[in-house]
């Protein structure tokens, strides 16, 4: 599903340089790289403000709590995304309304605006741009106008894809996504600058000036190592990752012989492809055969969120019963799809798309 030993072939000189310059600096917890990376950031993102965080977990909850969340508020948000996502919501004792999906199994607009009708009192939104497919733009700006909700967008598979529609988008770092740390990062965009300044604080013990706290906060800072090699190795090879992700989904689509495998549906130009799903009622066969030929699968993701045994005791509402989402988790399948990838190997997946028998 990725290769990280042909990306530190590639990477390497910048890694070891931004490791150099690190070192040299003495100074390792939010300095000069990490304030460089998220002015670079902030930039290709065309936002005023990016904050570094911890992780992208770190970097929506931050968000959701500068823009006002507290315990027992209601944020409408999506069952078919990262745990990370609810989790979120969970952590600052905010309860998380699910609604349903579309086929491709992101957040569905009319399931949205009709859990928005049946719970009024919602005033937040937390959507997710899955698999970097990001959500229609306008019907996003609609929604968040029409009921006047604060918005944090999940843009952690969608850089490049999704701009910043909603108050806050936070993003990952993992180092599977498309821009991906050596190790956990995340940050926060805005356009804000109080909010910023919020979030600012709270990723670092709340702090408003040395050794005054203004209220409780995280240890949520980004290091320099990370934020050097970010800015300085892997960021600057985002756009050409990002092409090549396109391409290769291109390849995907126009070689799609097969009627009996779903693909995503009207999926915008745009698209920044962090993963490429595949729908089939028989995944379990279709997995085996994928696998049994050499080719690396996911399951994004095999339950909804509702469904993990985690969400036992915990106070959440679910819009429905969630059909699309629950459709998507039972049949996604996800193709490899990195910037490392050669076009023999793009082949390779389609040729054992091709040779698999879908069981009677
Ligand atoms: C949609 C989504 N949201 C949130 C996260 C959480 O990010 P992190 O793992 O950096 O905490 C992830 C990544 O795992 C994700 O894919």
Redesign the pocket.
């Known amino acids: 599903m990725n290769d990280f030993r042909r990306q530190w072939a590639d990477a390497r000189a910048d890694v070891l340089r931004a490791v150099e310059t690190v070192g040299a600096s003495g100074w390792f917890v939010l300095g000069q790289q990490v304030l460089d990376f998220e002015a670079k950031l902030a930039r290709c993102w065309g936002a005023t403000e990016a904050i570094g965080t911890a ?3 770190d970097a ?1 909850e931050i968000a959701l709590k500068a823009c006002g969340v507290e315990r027992g508020d209601r944020v409408l948000t999506t069952p078919m ?2 745990f ?2 609810t989790m979120a919501i969970i952590r600052l004792g905010a309860i998380p309304v699910f609604c349903d999906t579309d086929s491709n199994g992101l957040i569905d607009f009319h399931e949205a605006s009709d859990a928005l009708r049946t719970f009024p009192e919602i005033r937040y939104f937390l959507p ?1 741009h ?1 698999y970097g497919i990001p959500l229609d733009t306008r019907r996003l700006r609609e929604l968040i106008d029409e009921f006047a909700l604060t918005c944090v967008e ?1 843009c ?2 969608s850089i490049l894809a999704a701009s910043l529609i909603g108050h806050a988008a936070a993003t ?3 180092p599977t996504k498309n821009l991906g740390a050596m190790g ?1 990062a ?1 940050a926060t965009l805005t356009n804000d600058a109080e909010l910023a300044a919020r979030i600012r604080r709270l990723r670092d013990y709340g702090q408003s000036a040395k050794y005054v706290h203004a209220e409780i906060g995280w240890n949520s800072r980004l290091d320099e190592l990370h934020a050097a090699i970010l800015g300085a190795a892997f960021l600057p090879r985002l756009a050409g990752w990002t092409e090549r992700r396109r391409t290769i989904a291109s390849r995907y689509r126009a070689a799609w012989r097969r009627d009996d495998i779903g693909i995503a549906e009207a999926v915008p130009e745009n698209a920044c492809w962090h993963l490429f799903p595949v729908f089939t009622p028989h995944k379990a066969s279709l997995l085996a055969h994928l696998r049994s030929n050499g080719i690396g699968t996911g399951e994004h993701y095999p339950a909804v969120i509702p469904d993990q045994p985690a969400m036992q005791g915990v106070n959440y509402v679910t819009h429905g019963d969630l059909p699309n989402a629950r459709r998507v988790a039972k049949q996604e399948v996800s193709l490899p799809i990195h910037p490392y990838m050669t076009d023999d190997e793009v082949e390779r997946v389609l040729a054992a798309i091709k040779s698999w028998d879908q069981p009677l």
Request: hydrophobic share 40%; proline share 0%; aromatic share 12%.
């Open positions: 992780s992208g977990l929506i995304s990262a990370a996502t997710v899955l999940d952690s598979q990952s770092f993992y956990d995340g």
